[in-house]
C-alpha cells in the first residue's frame, strides 16, 4: 500500500475529523481539560493528515468520490499540490493557534462561557475552511464558506460586548452579502452550464458565450474578492478583526483572507480560458491594494490596526502574481501566501503577548519593552522583518519572484506594479520600524506594569510559529520548486479535469443512464 | 440526449427582480433589523434563481412515477434547500445581534466605523480654523453666514424665473406700463422675493 492508497482514504479527513471534535466538544463543554484534549488531537491529526496528502498530491491530485457516487453527480474531494500545501500550513498554523489560546485561556482563569464555546467554533471554522480547500465542487465550495464564516461571525463576537458588536455587525453585514453574490454566480452557472462540478465546469465553461462567462467570472471575483479583501472591498477588515481576542484575529488574519485569495486562484485558473481584460482588472485591483492598503497602516497608531491594514496591502502582492497569468507569477503568489499565512498569524500571536506586557496595544502607551522583555522583542523583530521582506528571509523571496516576472513580462502595468510593489514594501518597512520604535525602544510614556508573567504555553506557540516563518526560509528551495509544479498543474488546466475524469468526461454514464442524460441536458 | 426547456417564467424572473431591488434597498438601511430583512429578501431572491436556472418545472424526480422528460430539476431544489438552511442559521445569529446591541445600546443600528469617527472628530476640531474673524464675536461661522447669503440668493434667483414664468399676471402691468428693465429689475426682484414668501 503506497502513499497514494493512503491518500486516497485520508481525504475527508481534514473535514470529518473536526467536525466529529466540534460535536463533542459541544458535548463536553463541561469538561474544559476534555474539551482541550479532543480539540488538539483533531488539528493534530488533521496536520498528520496534510502532510501525507502534500507528498501523495506531489505525484497527481488524489479525488475522492463521497459516497462512491461519481464525479458530475456526486460530490468530490480532490486534493492537488496547491490545496494540499494550503491544508498543511493552515492545519499547522491552526495547531498553534489553539495551543496559544488555550493557554491564555488557562492563564485568565475564564475556562467558564466563553471557552466552553470557544473549541466547537474553532474546529467549526477549521472544517469549514478545509473544505473549502479540498472542495471539487463549487456549491461544496460554497457550504465550506458558509460553514468557516458561520463559525467566524460567533468568534468574532466572542462574549458579545459593545465594541465587539459593533464590529461584528459591519463583519456580518458584508460577508452576508459577499455570500449571496457568490449563491447568484452558482445560480448563473448552473443555468448556463448545467453543472456545479469544477473539472466539468472548466469543459463546459470554454463553450458558452463569452459575455456570460465574463459576468459569472465577474461575480465570483466580486464574491472572493470582499472575502479577500481586495482594495474596493476591503474597508470593513482594519474595522473589525482588531476588536477580537488576539488568537481569533489571528487565525482570521492568517487564513480567512487566504481562503479567498485560493478560491480566487482556483476558479480563475480553473474554470475560465485566460482573459487579458480580467488580468489587467487584477493587476489594478493589486496596485490599488498594495498603495493604498499600507498608506492606511503608515497612518495607524495601534498595532493591531497597522498589522490589519499591511494584511490588506500584501494581499495586494497575491493577486498580482495570480494577474500575471504565468508559472513563475502563479508559483511566486502560491509562495507568496505559504509565507504570509504564516507571517500574519505570527505577528497577531505576538501582539498578543504585546498587550499582554504592555497592558495595550496604542503605541502612544507602548515603549521600552526591548529593554523589559528582551524576548519579546525578538519574537516581534523576526517576523516583522520577513513581512516587511527583508533578505534573506522568505517574504524577500516570495517578493523577488514577483518582481522578476513582473519585469520579465515588461508591459507598462506589470512595470507600474512592480514599482507599486517595491514602495509598498519600503513602506510596510516604514510602518513596522515604526511600531518598533514607539513599542520597543522609547521611554514608556506611561508605566508599564513590572513583572507581569507570560505563560509559558502562549509563548511556545509563538515561537513555534517565528521558527515555522525562519524554516520557510532555509526550506525555500524544495518549496519553491513545489509551488512551481503547483502552479504548472493549475495552468495546464487537463491534470485537474483528467484525475477528476479518469475515463474521460462521460463518466457519469457508468453510473446510471438517466445521470448522464440530466448532466448533458443544458 | 433531450434538450431542456429554459424559457424561464416571466413571473419568477419579476418576483426575482423585486427582491432584489427591496433587498438592497434595505441592505443599505442603518438598523439591524432592516439590514437582515434585506438579507432575507435577497437570500429568497437567490433562491427562485435556482428554481429558473434548473429549468421548466415539470413532475417529481422519481423514477417510475414520472417519464423522464417530464422530471424537473431535483439537484437546483437540493442546493435551494441547503441555501435555506443556511440562510434560516444566519438569520438567527443576526437576531441574536441585533438584540444585544439593543441590550446593550438601546437601539440596533450599526455604528460608524473608527475611522469615520476619527475623521469626524478631526473636522470638528479644524472647524475654528475656518471661522471668519469678524463674525467670531457673533458666534456665526463663515458657513452660517453662506447658508444665509445662499438663501437670499436662493429665493432671488427664485424670483427671476418666477417673474418671467409664473408670476407675470401680479406684475406684468407694472412692466408693461413703461418701467426700464436695467433700473427696474433690482426693486422688481425683490418685491418678487416678498410676493413668494407671502404665497407660501
Same mark, same amino acid.
Given at each position: 500500500?503506497?502513499?497514494?492508497?493512503?491518500?486516497?482514504?485520508?481525504?475527508?479527513?481534514?473535514?470529518?475529523?473536526?467536525?466529529?471534535?466540534?460535536?463533542?466538544?459541544?458535548?463536553? #463543554?463541561?469538561?474544559?481539560?476534555?474539551?482541550?484534549?479532543?480539540?488538539? %488531537?483533531?488539528?493534530?491529526?488533521?496536520?498528520?493528515?496534510?502532510?501525507?496528502?502534500?507528498?501523495?498530491?506531489?505525484?497527481?491530485?488524489?479525488?475522492?468520490?463521497?459516497?462512491?457516487?461519481?464525479?458530475?453527480?456526486?460530490?468530490?474531494?480532490?486534493?492537488?499540490?496547491?490545496?494540499?500545501?494550503?491544508?498543511?500550513?493552515?492545519?499547522?498554523?491552526?495547531?498553534?493557534?489553539?495551543? *496559544?489560546?488555550?493557554?491564555?485561556?488557562?492563564?485568565?482563569?475564564?475556562?467558564?462561557? /466563553?471557552?466552553?464555546?470557544?473549541?466547537?467554533?474553532?474546529?467549526?471554522? +477549521?472544517?469549514?475552511?478545509?473544505?473549502?480547500?479540498?472542495?471539487?465542487?463549487?456549491?461544496?465550495? =460554497?457550504?465550506?464558506?458558509?460553514?468557516?464564516?458561520? +463559525?467566524?461571525?460567533?468568534?468574532? @463576537?466572542?462574549?458579545?460586548?459593545?465594541?465587539?458588536?459593533?464590529?461584528?455587525?459591519?463583519?456580518?453585514?458584508?460577508?452576508?452579502?459577499?455570500?449571496?453574490?457568490?449563491?447568484?454566480?452558482? +445560480?448563473?452557472?448552473?443555468?448556463?452550464?448545467?453543472?456545479?462540478?469544477?473539472?466539468?465546469?472548466?469543459?463546459?465553461?470554454?463553450?458558452?458565450?463569452?459575455?456570460?462567462?465574463?459576468?459569472?467570472?465577474?461575480?465570483?471575483?466580486?464574491?472572493? !474578492?470582499?472575502?479577500?479583501?481586495?482594495?474596493?472591498?476591503?474597508? #470593513?477588515?482594519?474595522?473589525? *478583526?482588531?476588536?477580537?481576542?488576539?488568537?481569533?484575529?489571528?487565525?482570521?488574519?492568517?487564513?480567512?483572507?487566504?481562503?479567498?485569495?485560493?478560491?480566487?486562484?482556483?476558479?480563475?485558473?480553473?474554470?475560465?480560458?485566460?482573459?487579458?481584460?480580467?488580468?489587467?482588472?487584477?493587476?489594478?485591483?493589486?496596485?490599488?491594494?498594495?498603495?493604498?492598503?499600507?498608506?492606511?497602516?503608515?497612518?495607524?497608531?495601534?498595532?493591531?490596526?497597522?498589522?490589519?491594514?499591511?494584511?490588506?496591502?500584501?494581499? !495586494? =502582492?497575491?493577486?498580482?502574481?495570480?494577474?500575471?497569468?504565468?508559472?513563475?507569477?502563479?508559483? +511566486?503568489?502560491?509562495? =507568496?501566501?505559504?509565507?504570509?499565512?504564516?507571517?500574519?498569524?505570527?505577528?497577531?500571536?505576538?501582539?498578543?503577548? $504585546?498587550?499582554?506586557?504592555?497592558?495595550?496595544?496604542?503605541?502612544?502607551?507602548?515603549?521600552?519593552?526591548?529593554?523589559?522583555?528582551?524576548?519579546?522583542?525578538?519574537?516581534?523583530?523576526?517576523?516583522?522583518?520577513?513581512?516587511?521582506?527583508?533578505?534573506?528571509?522568505?517574504?524577500?523571496?516570495?517578493?523577488?519572484?514577483?518582481?522578476?516576472?513582473?519585469?520579465?513580462?515588461?508591459? /507598462?502595468?506589470?512595470?507600474?506594479?512592480?514599482?507599486?510593489?517595491?514602495?509598498?514594501?519600503?513602506?510596510?518597512?516604514?510602518?513596522?520600524?515604526?511600531?518598533?520604535?514607539?513599542?520597543?525602544?522609547?521611554?514608556?510614556?506611561?508605566?508599564?506594569?513590572?513583572?507581569?508573567?507570560?505563560?509559558? !504555553?502562549?509563548?511556545?506557540?509563538? @515561537?513555534?510559529?517565528?521558527?515555522?516563518?525562519?524554516?520557510?526560509?532555509?526550506? %525555500?528551495?524544495?518549496?519553491?520548486?513545489?509551488?512551481?509544479?503547483?502552479?504548472? @498543474?493549475?495552468?495546464?488546466?487537463?491534470? =485537474?479535469?483528467?484525475? $477528476?475524469?479518469?475515463?474521460?468526461?462521460?463518466?457519469?454514464?457508468?453510473?446510471?443512464?438517466? $445521470?448522464?442524460?440530466?448532466?448533458?441536458?443544458? | 440526449?433531450?434538450?431542456?426547456?429554459?424559457?424561464?417564467?416571466?413571473?419568477?424572473?419579476?418576483?426575482?427582480?423585486?427582491?432584489?431591488?427591496?433587498?438592497?434597498?434595505?441592505?443599505?438601511?442603518?438598523?439591524? &433589523?432592516?439590514?437582515?430583512?434585506?438579507?432575507?429578501?435577497?437570500?429568497?431572491?437567490?433562491?427562485?434563481?435556482?428554481?429558473?436556472?434548473?429549468?421548466?418545472?415539470?413532475?417529481?424526480?422519481?423514477?417510475? &412515477?414520472?417519464?423522464?422528460?417530464?422530471?424537473?430539476?431535483?439537484?437546483?431544489?437540493?442546493?435551494?434547500?441547503?441555501?435555506?438552511?443556511?440562510?434560516?442559521?444566519?438569520?438567527?445569529?443576526?437576531?441574536?445581534?441585533?438584540?444585544?446591541?439593543?441590550?446593550?445600546?438601546?437601539?440596533?443600528?450599526?455604528?460608524?466605523?473608527?475611522?469615520?469617527?476619527?475623521?469626524?472628530?478631526?473636522?470638528?476640531?479644524?472647524?475654528?480654523?475656518?471661522?471668519?474673524?469678524? &463674525?467670531?464675536?457673533?458666534?456665526?461661522?463663515?458657513?452660517?453666514?453662506?447658508?444665509?447669503?445662499?438663501?437670499?440668493?436662493?429665493?432671488?434667483?427664485?424670483?427671476?424665473?418666477?417673474?418671467?414664468?409664473?408670476?407675470?399676471?401680479?406684475?406684468?402691468?407694472?412692466?408693461?406700463?413703461?418701467?426700464?428693465?436695467?433700473?427696474?429689475?433690482?426693486?422688481?426682484?425683490?418685491?418678487?422675493?416678498?410676493?413668494?414668501?407671502?404665497?407660501?
Amino acid at each position: 500500500m503506497d502513499v497514494t492508497d493512503v491518500a486516497k482514504v485520508v481525504v475527508p479527513l481534514p473535514v470529518v475529523l473536526p467536525l466529529i471534535a466540534a460535536g463533542l466538544t459541544l458535548a463536553l #463543554w463541561r469538561h474544559a481539560r476534555a474539551q482541550r484534549i479532543i480539540a488538539t %488531537a483533531a488539528l493534530s491529526l488533521v496536520l498528520v493528515t496534510a502532510v501525507v496528502l502534500l507528498v501523495a498530491a506531489d505525484s497527481g491530485p488524489v479525488v475522492v468520490d463521497v459516497g462512491e457516487w461519481g464525479a458530475p453527480v456526486g460530490i468530490d474531494l480532490v486534493a492537488d499540490r496547491l490545496s494540499a500545501l494550503m491544508l498543511t500550513v493552515s492545519s499547522f498554523v491552526m495547531l498553534c493557534v489553539l495551543l *496559544y489560546s488555550l493557554a491564555q485561556g488557562v492563564a485568565d482563569g475564564d475556562e467558564e462561557a /466563553p471557552v466552553a464555546i470557544y473549541h466547537p467554533t474553532f474546529m467549526v471554522l +477549521a472544517a469549514g475552511v478545509f473544505n473549502a480547500f479540498l472542495s471539487g465542487d463549487l456549491f461544496n465550495l =460554497y457550504v465550506g464558506f458558509e460553514i468557516f464564516l458561520a +463559525a467566524s461571525y460567533v468568534l468574532l @463576537t466572542l462574549g458579545g460586548t459593545g465594541e465587539r458588536i459593533r464590529a461584528g455587525s459591519i463583519y456580518v453585514v458584508v460577508a452576508l452579502l459577499s455570500s449571496i453574490i457568490f449563491l447568484v454566480a452558482i +445560480a448563473l452557472t448552473y443555468a448556463s452550464t448545467g453543472t456545479v462540478n469544477l473539472a466539468q465546469l472548466s469543459e463546459r465553461f470554454a463553450e458558452i458565450d463569452p459575455g456570460v462567462r465574463l459576468t459569472i467570472q465577474l461575480l465570483l471575483l466580486l464574491a472572493f !474578492g470582499i472575502k479577500a479583501a481586495l482594495f474596493p472591498l476591503s474597508s #470593513w477588515l482594519p474595522d473589525s *478583526y482588531p476588536t477580537a481576542p488576539a488568537p481569533v484575529t489571528a487565525v482570521f488574519a492568517g487564513l480567512l483572507t487566504k481562503v479567498g485569495v485560493y478560491a480566487i486562484i482556483r476558479t480563475q485558473t480553473l474554470l475560465f480560458p485566460p482573459d487579458s481584460r480580467v488580468d489587467e482588472l487584477l493587476m489594478w485591483l493589486a496596485l490599488l491594494t498594495m498603495v493604498i492598503g499600507i498608506l492606511g497602516a503608515v497612518a495607524q497608531n495601534d498595532i493591531k490596526r497597522l498589522l490589519s491594514f499591511t494584511l490588506v496591502s500584501h494581499i !495586494g =502582492y497575491m493577486i498580482f502574481g495570480i494577474a500575471l497569468a504565468s508559472e513563475p507569477g502563479m508559483a +511566486a503568489a502560491i509562495f =507568496y501566501v505559504v509565507h504570509h499565512i504564516t507571517v500574519q498569524t505570527t505577528l497577531f500571536l505576538v501582539v498578543g503577548l $504585546v498587550e499582554r506586557r504592555g497592558g495595550s496595544t496604542s503605541l502612544d502607551r507602548l515603549g521600552g519593552l526591548a529593554k523589559l522583555a528582551p524576548g519579546l522583542a525578538i519574537l516581534f523583530f523576526v517576523p516583522a522583518m520577513n513581512l516587511a521582506g527583508i533578505p534573506p528571509l522568505s517574504g524577500f523571496l516570495g517578493k523577488l519572484g514577483l518582481l522578476e516576472e513582473g519585469v520579465a513580462q515588461g508591459t /507598462p502595468l506589470t512595470w507600474a506594479l512592480v514599482v507599486g510593489s517595491v514602495v509598498t514594501s519600503l513602506l510596510t518597512l516604514y510602518a513596522i520600524v515604526k511600531a518598533w520604535n514607539k513599542a520597543f525602544w522609547q521611554t514608556p510614556p506611561v508605566e508599564i506594569p513590572e513583572g507581569v508573567t507570560m505563560p509559558r !504555553g502562549m509563548v511556545g506557540p509563538a @515561537t513555534a510559529l517565528v521558527a515555522f516563518g525562519l524554516a520557510l526560509t532555509l526550506v %525555500a528551495g524544495p518549496l519553491y520548486s513545489y509551488t512551481e509544479r503547483a502552479a504548472t @498543474t493549475l495552468l495546464d488546466g487537463h491534470t =485537474y479535469v483528467d484525475a $477528476v475524469f479518469p475515463d474521460g468526461s462521460d463518466r457519469g454514464q457508468g453510473e446510471s443512464s438517466e $445521470v448522464a442524460e440530466d448532466g448533458d441536458g443544458s | 440526449m433531450n434538450v431542456i426547456d429554459m424559457t424561464p417564467s416571466l413571473v419568477l424572473v419579476l418576483a426575482i427582480g423585486v427582491l432584489f431591488a427591496a433587498g438592497v434597498y434595505l441592505l443599505l438601511e442603518r438598523s439591524l &433589523t432592516r439590514v437582515l430583512l434585506g438579507f432575507i429578501l435577497m437570500g429568497n431572491g437567490a433562491n427562485l434563481l435556482f428554481l429558473v436556472a434548473g429549468g421548466r418545472a415539470g413532475g417529481a424526480p422519481i423514477v417510475g &412515477t414520472t417519464p423522464d422528460e417530464e422530471m424537473s430539476d431535483p439537484l437546483v431544489q437540493a442546493m435551494v434547500l441547503t441555501a435555506i438552511v443556511i440562510t434560516l442559521g444566519l438569520t438567527a445569529f443576526v437576531l441574536a445581534m441585533a438584540y444585544r446591541s439593543w441590550q446593550l445600546h438601546g437601539h440596533d443600528e450599526v455604528q460608524d466605523d473608527l475611522e469615520d469617527r476619527r475623521v469626524a472628530r478631526h473636522a470638528a476640531r479644524n472647524a475654528p480654523a475656518f471661522e471668519d474673524l469678524d &463674525t467670531e464675536e457673533s458666534g456665526q461661522t463663515l458657513d452660517d453666514e453662506a447658508a444665509e447669503v445662499h438663501d437670499e440668493t436662493d429665493g432671488d434667483g427664485d424670483g427671476i424665473t418666477d417673474a418671467r414664468l409664473d408670476v407675470p399676471s401680479a406684475r406684468g402691468d407694472r412692466t408693461a406700463s413703461g418701467g426700464t428693465p436695467g433700473g427696474a429689475d433690482g426693486t422688481d426682484d425683490a418685491g418678487t422675493g416678498q410676493d413668494e414668501g407671502r404665497e407660501r
